[in-house]
């Protein structure tokens, strides 16, 4: 196993091409070389995976940015992926690169896991972008979904998209993850990705009579599309205004050859009743695929880790603050409760 980095290991990672996912590439390494963590890839003979480091005063973590991948940018098989991991999780051990493995970000789906890991079942809805048409894009979602689509057409809808959409897109995005309660990215950060990556995203924001009704956040190649932030005006003109926008956004990006639109994140729990069912099922009417795969994470230092947690707590509770829960604990957390 070695760790490589785009300064030092440049020609190691020639490989790395726009058919790997966007946490692969230079300009996202550049991006989190920008935020003050570090930016490497771990890889063997046949496959690799980006991983990031963070450290504070007390505690080094890493976090997997994607499932390891074969050198050709293709899948491995759930053997190799779990053979990986223990080795990378070894590597990591023995090499003294971090005291705890936090859970992978939530557009990296796993499709096998470390030996003794904290693990939950985790989704997310893809729609096969390279093997249909616009037509049947269309055809394949909900009737009510295609209804409001082309009605939304008859308005004259206009899509803006690149960097000058930002301000717009992440004013609206603010107002919208107000509405719900939901954590959002600071404007500063969003910027930073954009001018990092520039290449690899797309903000598009819809107008109906130069009025904004929604906008997406898609950063993309030609491996996959990733819709990381979303937007939406509290009334719109069009009750298809955002499904039109994302219909457009997945003809945009079948013209670049990209093979697949993830809507990213899907909870494999019961969620009937909360604000996620409602999500969950405005992504799966477009006549997506739900995938299921683990999210994962792992304790190196058990007892360096429980002293941060209980230093961690007790910083929390004087200020009358809760630590907050990953989507792993929240998981595991349900399952106790049933």
């Known amino acids: 196993m070695q760790l490589l980095?785009?300064?030092?290991?440049?020609?190691?990672?020639?490989f790395i091409n726009e058919d790997f996912p966007f946490s692969f590439t230079k300009s996202y390494g550049n991006y989190i070389e920008s935020t003050g963590r570090s930016f490497f890839i771990l890889k063997n003979k046949i496959a690799s995976t980006p991983v990031v480091l963070k450290k504070n005063k007390f505690l080094k973590t890493v976090q997997f940015h994607f499932k390891p991948l074969a050198i050709t940018g293709t899948e491995l098989t759930s053997d190799e992926e779990k053979k990986f991991l223990n080795e990378a999780?070894?590597?990591?051990?023995?090499?003294?690169?971090?005291?705890r493995i936090i859970q992978s970000v939530n557009f990296a789906l796993f499709n096998a896991l470390p030996d003794n890991c904290t693990f939950a079942p985790y989704g997310?809805?893809?729609?096969d972008l390279q093997n249909h048409i616009d037509e049947q894009?269309?055809?394949?979602?909900?009737?009510?979904?295609?209804?409001?689509?082309?009605?939304?057409?008859?308005?004259?809808?206009?899509?803006?998209?690149?960097?000058?959409e930002l301000p717009a897109f992440w004013s609206l995005h603010k107002n919208t993850m107000d509405r719900t309660g939901m954590y959002f990215e600071s404007k500063h950060e969003l910027e930073k990705l954009v001018q990092a990556v520039s290449q690899s995203v797309l903000i598009a924001n819809c107008y109906i009579n130069n009025e904004l009704q929604g906008g997406v956040f898609i950063m993309h190649t030609k491996y996959g599309a990733y819709y990381l932030h979303g937007a939406s005006a509290y009334t719109t003109a069009s009750d298809g205004a955002i499904k039109f926008l994302h219909y457009s956004c997945m003809c945009e990006l079948k013209k670049t050859h990209t093979k697949v639109y993830d809507f990213v994140g899907a909870r494999l729990s019961d969620i009937t009743g909360t604000k996620l069912e409602g999500i969950q099922n405005f992504k799966k009417r477009f006549g997506a695929e739900l995938k299921k795969g683990y999210l994962w994470k792992k304790d190196i230092?058990?007892?360096?880790?429980?002293?941060?947690?209980?230093?961690?707590?007790?910083?929390?509770?004087?200020?009358g603050l809760?630590?907050?829960?990953?989507?792993?604990?929240q998981e595991k957390e349900k399952l106790n409760e049933h």
């Open 322 to 329: 809760k630590v907050p829960k990953d989507i792993i604990d």
């Open 5 to 14: 980095n785009y300064t030092n290991n440049s020609d190691a990672l020639t």
């Open 301 to 319: 230092s058990p007892i360096v880790c429980r002293a941060y947690d209980s230093l961690l707590h007790l910083k929390l509770s004087l200020k």
């Open 124 to 127: 997310s809805f893809v729609i």
């Open 89 to 99: 999780v070894s590597f990591i051990e023995k090499e003294k690169l971090a005291h």
């Open 137 to 164: 894009l269309i055809n394949n979602m909900q009737a009510r979904y295609r209804t409001a689509i082309r009605t939304t057409q008859k308005l004259n809808p206009e899509i803006r998209t690149g960097k000058s």
